[in-house]
């Protein structure tokens, strides 16, 4: 894609610049590299793996651990005219063979996942199959506030490296201490 990441936060997106960090993180994840982003709520967190996804190859595969939270980014990037879908317990099971067929095929430019469907032997297998452009971790205090107890797929997304060494990965939040940063 010829885009730079600046004329498709004006053009999709409709914003005229990037605020703080932004660029740097975008670029960065465009580049293949990591980042770890803290960044208030409301602070732009979204567009900094939102961009990365539309100008690398293959899909970004979202972890969210909130419903309601996928259903909004992804009815947000559809009205924006972006491929994206999300696969959750709210499916029904043809729509989610639908959204699973999509995402293996490349037809998808971001996939929004609960940890739980991630770390499933099925999904596992079908990102073998596709091409991921980048991993978003998204509200990443999760992994420590959560993985120890209430949902423990949290502290299996490290496994996400192993298997795809390659692929970058971004982990956000708006609140994070310095034992949650370090896991």
Sequence with gaps: MSDSPLSL?????GYPAFRGDQAAIVDTLVAGGDALVLMPTGGGKSLCFQIPALLREGCAV????????MQDQVA??????IA??????SLDAATAARVEHDFVSGQLKLLYVAPERLLTPRFQAQL??????LFAIDEAHCVSQWGHDFRPEYLGL???HEH???VPRIALTATADTATRAE
């Excluded at 936060?9 to 997106?13: D, G, K, P, S």
């Excluded at 947000?76 to 005219?81: D, P, T």
């Design 158 to 160: 490290s496994a996400l």
């Design 128 to 133: 073998e199959q596709a091409q991921i452009a």
């Design 76 to 81: 947000a990037l559809q009205e924006l005219g």
């Design 84 to 89: 994206a879908e999300f696969l959750n317990s």
């Design 62 to 69: 979202v972890v969210s651990p909130l419903i309601a939270l």
């Design 9 to 13: 936060l004006r053009r999709v997106f």
């Design 164 to 166: 795809f060494p390659h």
